[in-house]
């Protein structure tokens, strides 16, 4: 029953490695940019979810209301002001200004709140659980995170091939020079998707802070870690690639720390590589690619 609890606890805790690999699918789906601060963007996400919680009283679920909103304006004007420029240059060049804002963002936070943990108090949901069988029991917040994160994938794959916008996102990621021939703005198209990108990763880093209790200006170093190998497990370009690798990825951390509670880090990278080794193209293989 033990390991049986260890593989429902693991499903679960996909939920939440899903939802953090999904900004960075779109982000690499439309632009073709691997953002290495991705992670730092969760961390940034959850410090505006702390700050509402202590500065305006408000609730957590209030909170994300400020936060998602604020990460996609920010995302929108990153990609508008900075990473277009860099795309111009080269596809190395989003790389580093991804990698200079993911260096940036941890010493500020750290200038600004110190390195002590932020909390996000959720009060009774954090400790409520719904026993299933004896010895089988499911945290509230975890199966929330989890309902969050499937409705939030299908979300995304009904915008993009729903809308016109999604369309245009598919569109640009294909060839973007056609669509500018047809007289859309590629640019704004770009950065409408990185302002979901933004937003979906500000919704996941809240859901992170959540489950830990707070937020720390490193969280994000480990939070990309489980991003890129989800995505990557799961195939790059697949929205439910990603809830299939955030999946694995959690059954082999959870089984492992019934193990040795030292393992669990180690197993999931050892799965990671044994997927590049094995299937690089990841265990789902979309027809409809972001």
């Known amino acids: 029953m033990v390991v049986v609890n260890a593989l429902v606890q693991g499903i679960l805790l996909g939920g939440v490695f899903a939802m953090a690999a999904l900004g960075l699918s779109i982000a690499f789906g439309v632009l073709r940019v691997v953002n290495l601060a991705h992670g730092e963007i969760m961390t940034v996400g959850a410090y505006i979810a702390a700050i509402a919680l202590s500065r305006l009283g408000v609730n957590v679920w209030v909170s994300l209301l400020v936060a ?18 860099a795309l111009r240059i080269g596809e190395l060049a989003p790389l580093l200004v991804t990698f200079g804002i993911a260096i940036i963002i941890p010493n500020v936070l750290i200038e600004l709140f110190t ?15 719904i026993t299933v069988v004896e010895g089988v029991s499911i945290g509230v917040l975890p199966l929330l995170t989890m309902v969050v994160a499937v409705a939030l994938i299908a979300a995304t794959q009904l915008y993009l091939s729903r809308t016109r916008n999604g369309r245009y996102m598919r569109a640009a990621a294909d060839d973007w020079e056609t669509l500018r ?3 859309v703005d590629h640019r704004r198209v770009y ?4 302002a979901m ?7 996941a880093g809240v859901f992170f802070g959540m489950r830990q209790g707070g937020v720390t200006p490193f969280d994000g170093q480990l939070a990309v870690l489980f991003a890129f190998e989800a995505v990557i497990i799961g195939g790059l370009g697949s929205l439910w690639g990603t809830l299939a690798g955030g999946v694995v990825l959690g059954v082999a951390q959870t089984l492992a720390g019934v193990v040795s509670p030292e393992l669990p880090l180690l197993v999931g990278n050892l799965v990671f590589l044994a997927v590049l080794m094995f299937r690089p193209t990841g265990i789902v293989r979309s027809k409809v690619a972001v």
């Open 68 to 85: 998602v909103p604020l990460l996609g304006f920010l995302g929108y004007w990153v990609q508008r002001a900075m990473l277009q420029r």
């Open 115 to 129: 390195t002590n943990k932020q909390a996000i108090p959720t009060g009774s949901l954090a400790v409520s659980s």
């Open 181 to 183: 021939l047809m007289g």
């Open 191 to 194: 950065a409408l998707a990185m």
């Open 197 to 203: 990108a933004f937003g979906i990763a500000a919704l």
